[in-house]
Each structure stands twice: as structure tokens, then as C-alpha cells.
């Protein structure tokens, strides 16, 4: 079966723009989560959404930083007036038994 | 606070040669997840293991085995007869049993010479 997918794979956006980042999970798994890869702070948590739950957003670094689930599937995770310091590869994944799989992950610059 | 400690930034072998890379946690939690993924260049993070913290039994899949130890918060994984398409950063990461959300490390780079 067909693994997470992530939208765009590459994204190069100005400082001061706002930006979608799309993840579509496994068929079935009913978590998914946001992390973001960058060189100075490596991998780190994001988000998460669990059902119909509220999400655990402890992760995200400001509230320029948002993200959405519809229908317990698609998320989006919207950065508003990004920084360079955004700039980094954000990944997300799917869950089923404790394991969570990966997407190929969307890399963000920011000019 | 829940930490994951990757020691090894880089390490370096000669094809066939066996390696073990290291993990050492922190939690005061008392039912707990640790995983290890593999990030090759192609970037994606692949998955490789999961452990539950109250199943101490060391797991081998083939050339790839790992060693959990409560006592010492280790989880250690070795690759046998190691290969260049091993060549990748490995991370090991921790679960929270209710959260679920991943602490990871900072990974180790292996890199495999013919």
C-alpha cells in the first residue's frame, strides 16, 4: 500500500510569506504528526492529532504556527509570515500500533 | 524530562566489518516506547524497531540486531557484516506511553567504505 505523502517535496518562499505544507497518511492509521528536521535543533515535535481529540500542540515554536486535520485524515501545516529560521525539512507521519511511519518530508526555505 | 543520547556523531567501517551504535535514555516514566529509524540520503526516515520497555528481550532481524537494557537505559543496535547500502544516519528515538510523541536523537552517521 501507498506510504505517507507529503506536498510540496521542495518549497523556496521570501521572508514575511505564508506557506501550506500538506500530508496525506496511511489509509487507516488514525494519528498523525508534524516534526520538523533542521541542523541546529535536529528532529523535533511538532504536533499531533489522535481521532477526534484536540490536538497536542505543545510543539509548535509560535503561534505563527498552525495545523489542521480534516476529516481525520489530510493535515495542513501552515506557517504564517515565515522566517530564515523556519527554514528546515518537516516531516510527517502516520501511526498504527505504537510505530509511526514517515512521509519523505517537505524541505522549506526561506530567502 | 525525557532525553535521547546519540554519542557517536560519526562513525566510519570498512565493509563486513560488524558496528554498534549506541542509544542511551532518560525517562521517569515506567512504560515506554524506543525505536531506531534509518535516514538514508534519499532522507526519509525509515522505520526499524520498535521496543516496549517491559519486554527486555534482544531482538536479530537478519544482519541487524538490537540490545535493550533497563538497568544501564540503553537500547543499543549492531549491524553484522555491515554493507554500503548501510551507509545513513540511524536515530534512536523514545515514546511516551500516552502521548506518543518521539524524543529523538541527534543520530549517528555511519558510513560504509567498500
Known amino acids: 500500500g501507498a506510504g505517507v505523502s507529503q506536498s510540496p517535496s521542495n518549497k523556496v518562499t521570501e521572508k514575511g510569506k505564508d506557506v501550506e505544507l500538506r500530508c496525506d497518511p496511511i489509509?487507516?492509521?488514525?494519528?498523525l504528526y508534524w516534526y520538523r528536521q533542521s541542523l541546529g535543533q535536529g528532529l523535533e515535535f511538532l504536533i499531533y492529532?489522535?481521532?477526534?481529540?484536540?490536538?497536542?500542540k505543545s510543539g509548535l515554536p509560535s503561534d505563527r504556527f498552525s495545523a489542521e486535520r480534516t476529516g481525520g485524515s489530510v493535515s495542513t501545516l501552515t506557517i504564517q509570515r515565515t522566517q530564515q529560521e523556519d527554514s528546515a525539512v518537516y516531516l510527517c507521519?502516520?501511526?498504527?500500533?505504537?510505530?509511526?511511519?514517515f512521509g519523505p518530508g517537505t524541505r522549506l526555505t526561506v530567502t | 524530562a525525557q532525553k535521547v543520547t546519540q554519542a557517536q556523531t560519526e562513525i566510519s567501517v570498512v565493509e563486513k566489518e560488524d558496528v554498534t551504535l549506541d542509544c542511551v535514555y532518560e525517562?521517569?516514566?515506567?512504560?515506554?516506547?524506543l525505536f531506531w529509524y534509518k535516514q538514508p540520503p534519499s532522507g526519509e526516515l525509515v522505520f526499524l524497531i520498535r521496543?516496549?520497555?517491559?519486554?527486555?528481550q534482544n531482538e536479530i532481524s537478519g544482519r541487524y540486531s538490537w540490545n535493550f537494557q533497563k538497568s544501564t537505559s540503553s537500547f543499543n543496535f549492531t549491524i553484522t557484516a555491515s554493507q554500503v547500502v548501510d551507509s545513513a544516519v540511524y536515530f534512536c528515538?523514545?515514546?511516551?506511553?500516552?502521548?506518543?510523541?518521539?524524543?529523538f536523537g541527534t543520530g549517528t552517521r555511519l558510513q560504509v567504505f567498500p
Open positions: 507521519a502516520s501511526r498504527i500500533n505504537y510505530e509511526q511511519y
Open positions: 489509509s487507516g492509521h488514525t494519528a
Open positions: 492529532f489522535q481521532g477526534n481529540s484536540a490536538p497536542d
Open positions: 525517562t521517569r516514566d515506567t512504560t515506554y516506547y
Open positions: 521496543r516496549n520497555s517491559f519486554d527486555e
Open positions: 528515538a523514545l515514546g511516551n506511553y500516552n502521548t506518543d510523541k518521539l524524543i
